[in-house]
């Protein structure tokens, strides 16, 4: 089973950040937070990953809580390509990863 | 640079029938992963290889088994196919895919079973 929670779907206005929560009470201290994006009928696409400390790419930021239970994905200017489910995933092993049913982000115009 | 192909696009099958599905990961990459994804189920995960070897394997029935050749390329297959394996494979690959690395996934091989 997954090891987080997830809101079933948000909605987020075009060129505003969108902020995207993630619980993940039972972390445990190797575990790294995964986000992945996947857009209708097309492969998951890798965002953003982090063990302790915040993260920022190109894509998106990454904000863990000082207890690791939680996380926020930050997408900053949030496009209409941006629509898409959005996975939160704990583990500590990349080649086996537990998708849970994910976030439905709709940037509406 | 390229990045994950998988072969075909799109298959049907018929029931009792088995399928042969390839990915080929980012030139480089060692370790490949196998997902199935339906509407009902979700992304679940059925095995990762590394270096030809299976590492981790997911709670999938013996149908379905794969191997990995030495040049990190990957096939996976279902034999006496059955209604319920229609769904989307998918096929991810990562340089070491160990903790601090990230998988690309290819776009997946649609398989229908009649």
């Known amino acids: 089973d997954a090891k987080t929670t997830q809101p079933p779907s948000m909605d987020c206005a075009e060129g505003r950040a969108a902020n995207l929560p993630c619980n993940h009470s039972?972390?445990?201290?190797?575990?790294?937070v995964y986000w992945y994006r996947q857009i209708h009928s097309q492969g998951p696409q890798y965002i953003i990953h982090?063990?302790?400390n915040n993260e920022t790419n190109e894509m998106a930021s990454l904000i863990i809580t000082e207890d690791r239970k939680s996380s926020t994905l930050i997408l900053p200017h949030a496009t209409l390509r941006d629509t898409a489910v959005y996975y939160c995933?704990?583990?500590?092993?990349?080649?086996?990863?537990?998708f849970g049913q994910g976030t439905t982000l709709q940037v509406k115009p | 640079k390229a990045g994950v192909t998988q072969t075909p696009r799109y298959l049907i099958k018929t029931r009792g029938q088995q399928v042969t599905l390839s990915c080929s990961p980012i030139?480089?990459?060692?370790?490949v992963s196998w997902y199935q994804q339906t509407p009902g189920q979700g992304l679940q995960f059925l095995f990762e290889?590394?270096?030809?070897?299976?590492?981790n394997k997911g709670n999938f029935p013996g149908r379905f088994s794969g191997r990995q050749f030495s040049n990190s390329r990957s096939e996976m297959n279902v034999s006496t196919l059955e209604l319920g394996d229609s769904a989307l494979y998918l096929c991810?690959?990562?340089?070491?895919?160990?903790?601090?690395?990230?998988?690309?996934f290819g776009s997946g091989t649609r398989l229908t079973v009649v």
């Open positions: 995933i704990v583990g500590s092993n990349t080649g086996k990863l537990i």
């Open positions: 290889y590394f270096s030809e070897t299976q590492r």
């Open positions: 991810a690959s990562s340089l070491q895919g160990g903790p601090n690395y990230g998988y690309t």
């Open positions: 982090g063990l302790k």
């Open positions: 039972t972390i445990s201290g190797n575990e790294y």
């Open positions: 030139s480089g990459h060692r370790s």
